[in-house]
């Protein structure tokens, strides 16, 4: 099987893309990344060279480029996105560029070559925030940053294309991610780097705000679940059951790094803080998923993996 992963220099890209290698050797994986801040092709540098992974740099926004790379792909699994909430409050163009429009240029080669499998890569961030109970996939979109909006846009497209043109296409919805490789700008590794260098951590607001985590290796399986055995035109949410809020999350960390609870700095809450996310996570379950990691010894790991591997960060802070 020929798969196209985009973005996959990125964050969860490019744990996908080792997953898919290790998982199925067999498989021939062509990586198109455009290479933006956070993505790192140090990232999968020990599969640079390997027989079976390609890596192109591109932009999921380039027809030209797609109609050459697309065709003969058995899946196109989309992770190309700008991702930073805050970045997107700055400036959401770049936001509507890739995530809405890159979304389409790609959904459009997608069809012309008749691909037979297309995972449009979400979160649950499009669903805004809940006070009591979980998101289902039946659940109103009701995005509150640009970055959620463009997101959202992107998934209704994508559906778009499976009712109006029957492109199989399948959207996943994940919690919030974390994991080794994870650009330092995003909450564990920004605070986790910060621990490191002996600065102190930023919390928003009063810290009350309360995410579900899940380790990158699980949201990998599941989405490898939805790949082989999704049902076309379905939505998946794929949770870690780990809801906690930002300031006992903040304080496992500074814990794990073995800093001082005074290493926190509560700062101002930034604009349209959504409160809490929770995601029902049944239907995946379905396929046969479920988390392998304890969360506990995943944030272990991960601080552990920052630890060792300065040499793949701190280029990125300085």
């Given at each position: 099987?020929?798969i ?9 890209g490019?744990?996908f ?12 994986i062509?990586n ?11 990232s ?7 027989a079976g992974?390609t890596f192109?740099k591109g932009d ?5 480029l797609?109609?050459d ?7 196109i699994?989309?992770?190309?996105a700008?991702?930073h ?18 979304t ?5 080669a997608?069809?012309d ?6 995972i449009q890569i979400?979160?649950d961030e ?11 996939e039946t659940?109103?979109l009701m ?10 846009a ?5 559906r778009s ?5 029957g ?10 991610n974390f994991g080794?490789?994870?650009f330092p700008e ?12 002996g600065?102190?951590?930023p919390?928003?607001g009063?810290?009350?705000n ?6 990158v290796?699980?949201?990998c399986?599941?989405i490898d679940c939805?790949l ?9 949410n ?5 809801e906690?809020?930002n300031?006992e ?7 794990e ?16 803080h ?5 995601l ?8 046969g998923?479920?988390?392998q990691?304890?969360?506990q010894?995943?944030?272990s ?8 591997n300065?040499?793949w960060?701190r280029?990125?802070?300085h």
């Amino acid at each position: 099987m020929k798969i196209l992963v985009t973005g996959g220099a990125g964050f969860i890209g490019s744990h996908f893309v080792r997953f898919l290698k290790k998982k199925y050797p067999e498989y021939d994986i062509v990586n198109l990344d455009k290479l933006t801040y956070a993505g790192n092709r140090a990232s999968l540098r020990d599969l640079e060279g390997r027989a079976g992974y390609t890596f192109i740099k591109g932009d999921i926004c380039d027809a030209g480029l797609l109609r050459d790379i697309v065709p003969g792909c058995q899946a196109i699994v989309n992770f190309a996105a700008e991702t930073h909430v805050d970045r997107s409050i700055a400036d959401a163009s770049k936001f509507l560029a890739t995530n809405v429009m890159g979304t389409y240029t790609l959904l459009e080669a997608a069809l012309d070559s008749k691909t037979p499998r297309f995972i449009q890569i979400s979160t649950d961030e499009v669903y805004g925030s809940i006070e009591q109970g979980s998101f289902t996939e039946t659940s109103p979109l009701m995005p509150n940053s640009p970055y959620s909006a463009s997101k959202a846009a992107g998934d209704h497209l994508a559906r778009s294309y499976f009712v109006t043109y029957g492109l199989p296409a399948i959207v996943t919805r994940s919690s919030n991610n974390f994991g080794p490789y994870q650009f330092p700008e995003k909450v564990i590794p920004l605070f986790v780097t910060n621990l490191i260098e002996g600065k102190k951590v930023p919390l928003y607001g009063d810290g009350m705000n309360i995410r579900d985590w899940l380790f990158v290796e699980d949201n990998c399986l599941a989405i490898d679940c939805v790949l082989h055995r999704g049902i076309p035109g379905e939505i998946y949410n794929i949770g870690g059951s780990f809801e906690v809020p930002n300031r006992e999350l903040t304080r496992m960390i500074v814990a794990e790094c073995g800093a001082p609870e005074t290493s926190i700095e509560f700062v101002p809450d930034r604009p349209g803080h959504d409160r809490r996310y929770s995601l029902d996570s049944t239907k995946v379950h379905s396929l046969g998923w479920r988390p392998q990691w304890n969360f506990q010894k995943a944030l272990s790991y991960t601080v552990d993996w920052y630890r060792k591997n300065e040499w793949w960060w701190r280029p990125l802070k300085h």
